[in-house]
């Protein structure tokens, strides 16, 4: 794939980290809204690979399993500090609580240490389930619809109970991630070959859309259902959208947010609770305006903050190889 065709899906995914980080603090009704996540998901799985299962496992431990550490980490020191800034002792504080990892959590809980790194979690359990699906059905059309059954199962009976490392809360979402993997470059190369089958997507995609509002308004059918339609029609158009203004400097941001999502995720909560403390010290409560304050702050200093984890230890950030298996073992059979 090109450059031009990854810059645009990483625009989706930085839509989808923006809007995380707003809907952390008091935002407008229209926030609560949850493309954010399938957004997320199913950008991710566009770059999905099926690879070597050795190649798999360091990647994946370099990419995602070494930022967790290191994010958890951070935000557990971070707790500390703030606990004894808070109360001048330490005394009532759960040091254990960075165990909660290791945990079960059910529906919408996340963790105690670093909440937002359920993310990070929830993926790697997708992609687990990802390379599972496709390794032993083969079949796009078998993979897909092992997808929507797996999804299903999970909105109907593993979201409401505790399991762990997030895979009950991962998987309703598992079919934005499949599908991301199965049809998403497709829909990249239709979009891109400028002919007149590159709208039949969009045109589609806002008719689903448009038609799932309207159904959720005045039907009885069933409203998870119709969610899942509604939202994969709005993932689609705004492909489309970013597609056609990527080029633009205004969207940069947009590009360099999803490019660093894992940071963001990782960091975002810890600068958002020391501008919620300020703002509730200073002015005595917060609004909806005071939180896109607090949202853009946090951005703000979010982006220094990432070039220079970038630069001085991206092995920390997913952005370079921490652990080789091939040095690994080397040195054991050396030793």
């Known amino acids: 794939m090109s450059t031009k065709r990854i810059d645009y899906i990483d625009y989706l995914k930085g839509l989808s980290i923006i809007w995380v980080v707003w809907f952390h603090t008091i935002h407008p009704w229209f926030v609560d809204f949850s493309f954010r996540m399938p957004l997320f998901f199913l950008a991710s799985g566009i770059f999905f690979k099926i690879v070597d299962i050795k190649v798999y496992i360091q990647k994946k431990t370099n990419q995602l399993l070494v930022p967790f550490v290191f994010f958890t980490l951070i935000y557990y020191l971070y707790l500390i500090g703030q606990n004894y800034i808070a109360y001048g002792t330490l005394a009532g504080f759960d040091f254990s609580c960075?165990?909660?990892?290791?945990?079960?959590?059910?529906?919408?809980?996340?963790?105690?240490?670093?909440?937002p790194l359920w993310f990070i979690c929830a993926l790697f359990c997708q992609q687990i389930m990802t390379w599972l699906l496709v390794k032993s059905l083969r079949k796009k059309w078998l993979v897909a619809i092992a997808a929507?059954?797996?999804?299903?199962?999970?909105v109907i009976y593993v979201a409401p109970y505790p399991t762990y490392f997030m895979f009950g809360r991962?998987?309703?979402?598992l079919v934005y991630y499949v599908f991301g993997h199965l049809f998403g470059k497709d829909l990249i190369k239709m979009l891109e070959s400028n002919t007149k089958a590159a709208y039949a997507p969009g045109i589609s995609a806002t008719l689903v859309y448009a038609l799932s509002i309207i159904l959720k308004e005045t039907t009885g059918i069933n409203q998870v259902l119709l969610t899942y339609f509604e939202t994969f029609g709005l993932i689609i158009i705004l492909i489309y959208f970013f597609k056609a203004i990527y080029k633009f400097p205004i969207a940069?941001?947009?590009?360099?947010?999803?490019?660093?999502?894992?940071?963001v995720l990782g960091l975002h909560e810890i600068f958002q609770t020391v501008f919620l403390i300020v703002f509730i010290h200073t002015l005595g409560e917060i609004n909806i305006w005071i939180g896109m304050v607090q949202t853009s702050l946090s951005l703000l200093i979010l982006w220094p903050t990432i070039k220079a984890l970038n630069k001085y230890v991206p092995?920390?950030?997913?952005?370079?190889?921490?652990?080789?298996?091939?040095?690994?073992?080397?040195?054991?059979?050396a030793f």
Do not use: C, Q, T
């Open 315 to 333: 092995m920390l950030v997913g952005k370079a190889e921490l652990v080789n298996l091939s040095s690994i073992k080397d040195r054991i059979m």
């Open 170 to 173: 991962s998987l309703p979402y």
């Open 252 to 263: 940069y941001p947009f590009w360099f947010y999803g490019r660093n999502s894992y940071i």
């Open 98 to 115: 960075i165990w909660g990892v290791f945990e079960p959590h059910s529906g919408n809980e996340s963790f105690m240490v670093d909440p």
């Open 148 to 154: 929507i059954v797996f999804s299903a199962i999970g």
